[in-house]
């Protein structure tokens, strides 16, 4: 469609009766001009430096035909006599743009992999003009960094409003891909709240961009019309390397309060709730008699945090923090670590046995580095079924199986077998699994003997999704399974 447009332009400049059109795309044009020379002067290209260390040379080893003592001995020869290391340059390249000065000092804002053990960094403004770049802070959690220079009269991008951003919008990105200094690609915002497993703690909220992102990007401004910045430049979907229409750019809200805590602090301080989530499939939200997959499942507490303390329950389906809707579980990570320590939230939740959602006031506590907050996905059933065919076998917990499986004080009943293509199969119940508790709407039972599992089931409206509360070795998790119909 692209390679179309310049053909468009002259037809539409040349063909009397869209004159007007002409001047459309003129103003168009202006506007794209106009936003590039508000951020460009502030865009910076870095370069970082490394150094690896290698051996100084290696001996060839002899290949493996199956059991050798000589190969034993030459193993033990290189771990008792290592050799000598040699040092080796290594390079990143990438961008950055300066989002404020103070005391003498222009700041940086760029991605943490651009300059991620780096012994030495060097910042290109627009000018040619070379300076060396202190390191403020990073944020491998978020992928941000924060750099300085001693340089104070420089221009200033301005951080927007990403909220505000539109699928749909007309945006630019301006960097310098390949090493090509300040080049300036256009596109739309293709669709916002994306997680691809980037960073290293998950804390991704993702605007996905089809204006051209290459390597050397990394680091650089994602600019509305406005020519504010609404994104930082961070990623790329290609199987090349290079450019294939999907980019994806931090959203500059995020990015502000990273920032601000780099720059004052030197560390980032995240909320914790102490909830370990799962995601809402569609046959859980239709369990909790929701119309639509949203919200995030409380899978698990962490013990002595905040959550447990302010009476969440595991079960507990979060579905508002502090009024604001929420739209999945990272959804809900995010706005909890957005938020500073101690400061104290409502979360508003849909819990089994309660009449109508239930609020809950949590003092949030800062986040530990060795928490893991989010489960991985569950898996759900999408297919249908009725009375109580779900295709396992159960039987009570012994003492002998509990410690054989790992179940020593855990209550409830084991999966001796699992019938393949069968609702239980297909929502992702295996032998070995332990049932804790079944619900369904406003019912909720404990599963503590195959006699308890079957009364509860009895209850249960087999025309719709049962939740079992289904722990695998020492991870609980839910599982939403339909009966199979007669």
């Known amino acids: 469609m692209r390679r179309f447009i310049p053909l468009l332009c002259v037809f539409l400049i040349c063909h009397p009766a869209l004159a007007g059109q002409a001047d459309l795309l003129k103003q168009f044009s202006e506007a794209f001009r106009t936003a590039v020379a508000k951020v460009g002067p502030t865009v910076v290209y870095i370069s970082s430096e490394s150094v690896v260390k290698v051996p100084s040379h290696t001996f060839p080893r002899p290949r493996s035909r199956g059991s050798d003592p000589f190969e034993d001995w030459w193993e033990r020869f290189f771990r008792e006599f290592p050799q000598p290391e040699r040092e080796f340059p290594q390079k990143a390249l990438g961008s950055g743009f300066i989002v404020e000065k103070r005391d003498g000092y222009a700041f940086i804002l760029t991605n943490n992999h651009v300059v991620r053990g780096a012994d030495k960094v060097t910042v290109t403004l627009l000018s040619g003009r070379k300076e060396k770049a202190q390191l403020v802070g990073t944020d491998p959690r978020s992928e941000l960094a924060v750099l300085k220079i001693k340089l104070a009269d420089v221009p200033v991008a301005v951080l927007g409003d990403s909220d505000k951003l539109q699928i749909g919008d007309w945006v630019l990105a301006i960097g310098n891909p390949f090493g090509l200094s300040h080049t300036v690609t256009a596109g739309i915002v293709s669709a916002k709240g994306r997680q691809i497993g980037v960073t290293e703690g998950g804390y991704e909220d993702f605007i996905q961009t089809d204006a051209a992102i290459n ?3 990394s680091g650089g401004p994602l600019v509305n019309l406005d020519g504010e910045v609404v994104g930082i430049n961070t990623a790329i979907f290609s199987t090349s390397g290079g450019y294939m229409g999907v980019g994806f750019a931090i959203p500059s809200n995020m990015a502000k309060r990273v920032m601000s805590s780099l ?3 030197g560390k980032v301080t995240r909320g914790f709730l102490g909830i370990k989530l799962q995601p809402v499939t569609a046959e859980i939200a239709q369990a909790y008699g929701l119309k639509e997959a949203a919200g995030a499942l409380v899978a698990g507490l962490v013990k002595g945090y905040p959550a447990e303390k302010a009476g969440v329950e595991q079960g507990d389906l979060i579905i508002e923090f502090n009024a604001t809707k929420i739209r999945d579980h990272n959804h809900l990570m995010n706005l909890a670590a957005d938020t500073k ?42 297919q249908e079924s009725s009375p109580l065919q779900l295709g396992m076998r159960v039987q009570n917990l012994t003492p002998e199986l509990a410690e054989e499986l790992g179940y020593e004080g855990e209550r409830g009943v084991l999966v001796v077998e699992v019938e393949p293509g069968q609702p239980a199969d297909e929502a992702g119940i295996r032998r070995g699994d332990l049932i804790l508790s079944v619900s369904q709407g406003t019912e909720k039972s404990k599963t503590e003997s195959v006699d308890q599992l079957r009364k509860a089931l009895a209850k249960m409206d087999k025309t719709k999704p049962i939740l079992f509360l289904v722990q695998s070795g020492d991870t609980a998790r839910y599982i939403a399974v339909t009966p199979k119909k007669d």
Request: charged share 25%.
């Open 215 to 217: 390597p050397g990007n």
């Open 263 to 265: 720059i004052k602090e």
């Open 341 to 382: 320590p101690g400061s104290t939230v409502t979360l508003k939740v849909l819990r089994q046995g309660a009449a109508k959602p239930v609020e809950l006031k949590v003092t949030l506590t800062e986040r530990p580095s060795d928490e893991a907050v989010a489960l991985g996905p569950a898996e759900g059933s999408a």
